[in-house]
């Protein structure tokens, strides 16, 4: 199935994920795929953070899909 993911420079790129995929699972084949770092990468759908061990399709999430991607900054709060 295809979905698109918004990229960290605004970008939608298409990708073809398979069944049963995990989010970890996704980031890694999308990192290496579109050559970013997925590390401090989250996903999001709707207003959820996608969790890495949860599957893609626990979620709901079916084709044409976008979904957003923002950075983790590190640290804690003030």
């Not at 995990?22 to 759908?45: A, C, H, P, Y």
Request: aromatic letters at 12%; charged letters at 20%.
């Amino acid at each position: 199935m295809q979905i698109f993911v918004k990229d960290l420079n605004g970008r939608s790129i298409p990708y073809h994920i398979r069944q049963g995929i995990t989010i970890q699972e996704f980031k890694q084949e999308f990192g290496k795929f579109s050559q970013q770092d997925m590390t401090n990468v989250r996903l999001i759908w709707g207003s959820q953070e996608l969790q890495d061990y949860r599957a893609m399709n626990s979620y709901g999430i079916s084709a044409n899909t976008t979904l957003h991607s923002a950075v983790r900054v590190p640290g804690g709060y003030c």
